[in-house]
């Protein structure tokens, strides 16, 4: 009877989910504690690697964090929501919002670091307080006033991936490439799939494509001139972003969806993916961005 009831208190901590069921499982659940999505399909071998060390390493930590998986075959929804592209990929929601994440098959050792990062009591504390008012710094446009906050979260820990990453963000946002490059480089390669590093890695490689294009006014006259000019149009997106007009080049890539989703390999689509990612996924445009592109591809 003892060990029945081990194993059932084991189970409660790793599930399966549907589309129907994600809020209640994911979304829901992650404002009691942590939730873990493990995004996976049966035809992935690095998928069969990575999810019985997830689940033994969620069932070591005996409560404090849920694990969720989902079958991006069965149930594609979410996922293409989310921009997912590749698997295995592993999202942490907390307090009902993605918080971190990481892709591909991580070592146990690497797993179980994330998931003693993820839960530990400072999370909650001060350390989580200087972030949140470091990111929202950021997003209100205060890049000098973030770079200062992440700046005191690294004097404290040089080596908070979160704090690399959101400064290198705010580089990205002043135009110092060079010097968001090497904040980034300081990152181990371990921590590469995190996803705050991945933002700040969109947005460098944004900000770089910018650089090429010509004048906002110029590329809206080509558009303007032949609507079919995809290639005009696309960069239009690329200057408009970099214009920090990010609806505006929401509209210009969607439409290219629209009128020819297979153009360039898929070209927009992926593009769209990327800007969601710099983003970040609480972000206006992301969120009007991913539904505006659910309801194109899952039409």
Same mark, same amino acid.
């Given at each position: 009877?003892?060990?029945? !009831?081990?194993? *059932?208190?084991?189970?409660?901590?790793?599930?399966?989910?549907?589309?129907?069921?994600?809020?209640?499982?994911?979304?829901?659940?992650?404002?009691?504690?942590?939730?873990?999505?493990?995004?996976?399909?049966?035809?992935?071998?690095?998928? #069969?690697?990575?999810?019985?060390?997830?689940?033994?390493?969620?069932?070591?930590?005996?409560?404090?964090?849920?694990?969720?998986?989902?079958?991006?075959?069965?149930?594609?929804?979410?996922?293409?929501?989310?921009?997912?592209?590749?698997?295995?990929? @592993?999202?942490?929601? @907390?307090?009902?919002?993605?918080?971190?994440?990481?892709?591909?098959?991580?070592?146990?050792?690497?797993? @179980?670091?994330?998931?003693?990062?993820?839960? #530990?009591?400072?999370?909650?504390?001060?350390?989580?307080?200087?972030?949140?008012?470091?990111?929202?710094?950021?997003?209100?446009? %205060?890049?000098?006033?973030? &770079?200062?906050?992440? *700046?005191?979260?690294?004097?404290?820990?040089?080596?908070?991936?979160? !704090?690399?990453?959101?400064?290198?963000?705010?580089?990205?946002?002043?135009? &110092?490439?060079?010097?968001?490059? +090497?904040?980034?480089?300081?990152?181990?390669?371990?921590?590469?799939?995190?996803? *705050?590093?991945?933002?700040? +890695?969109?947005?460098?490689?944004?900000?770089?494509?910018?650089?090429?294009? $010509?004048? @906002?006014?110029?590329?809206?006259?080509?558009?303007?001139?032949?609507?079919?000019?995809? +290639?005009?149009?696309?960069?239009?997106?690329?200057?408009?972003?970099?214009?920090?007009?990010?609806?505006?080049?929401?509209?210009?890539?969607?439409?290219?969806?629209?009128?020819?989703?297979?153009?360039?390999? %898929?070209?927009?689509?992926?593009?769209?993916? +990327?800007?969601?990612?710099?983003?970040?996924?609480?972000?206006?445009?992301?969120?009007? $961005?991913? #539904?505006?592109?659910?309801?194109?591809?899952?039409?």
């Amino acid at each position: 009877m003892l060990q029945q !009831a081990q194993t *059932a208190a084991a189970d409660a901590f790793v599930k399966d989910t549907t589309t129907q069921g994600f809020v209640k499982d994911v979304i829901e659940e992650s404002k009691r504690q942590p939730v873990l999505v493990d995004f996976w399909a049966p035809w992935c071998g690095p998928c #069969k690697q990575l999810t019985p060390v997830l689940e033994k390493a969620v069932r070591a930590a005996k409560g404090k964090v849920k694990l969720v998986k989902m079958n991006i075959d069965d149930h594609p929804a979410i996922p293409g929501q989310m921009g997912i592209q590749s698997i295995p990929a @592993v999202i942490a929601f @907390v307090d009902g919002r993605p918080a971190d994440g990481f892709m591909g098959a991580l070592p146990e050792s690497q797993v @179980v670091a994330f998931l003693d990062r993820l839960t #530990k009591s400072n999370v909650g504390g001060e350390t989580k307080d200087l972030l949140n008012a470091a990111d929202a710094a950021l997003a209100d446009g %205060d890049p000098a006033g973030a &770079a200062n906050l992440y *700046a005191q979260l690294l004097a404290e820990d040089n080596s908070n991936v979160q !704090a690399l990453a959101g400064l290198a963000r705010c580089y990205v946002e002043t135009g &110092a490439l060079d010097q968001a490059r +090497q904040t980034l480089a300081m990152i181990p390669d371990s921590k590469r799939g995190e996803s *705050a590093v991945a933002a700040a +890695q969109a947005a460098l490689q944004l900000a770089e494509q910018v650089k090429t294009l $010509g004048p @906002v006014a110029e590329l809206e006259q080509k558009v303007a001139a032949n609507p079919l000019d995809h +290639q005009a149009r696309f960069d239009l997106a690329l200057a408009l972003n970099g214009k920090g007009r990010r609806l505006d080049a929401l509209d210009q890539l969607i439409s290219i969806v629209k009128r020819d989703r297979k153009w360039n390999d %898929d070209g927009a689509r992926k593009q769209l993916v +990327q800007f969601f990612e710099a983003w970040g996924p609480t972000d206006e445009a992301t969120i009007d $961005g991913r #539904k505006r592109l659910s309801s194109i591809l899952f039409a």
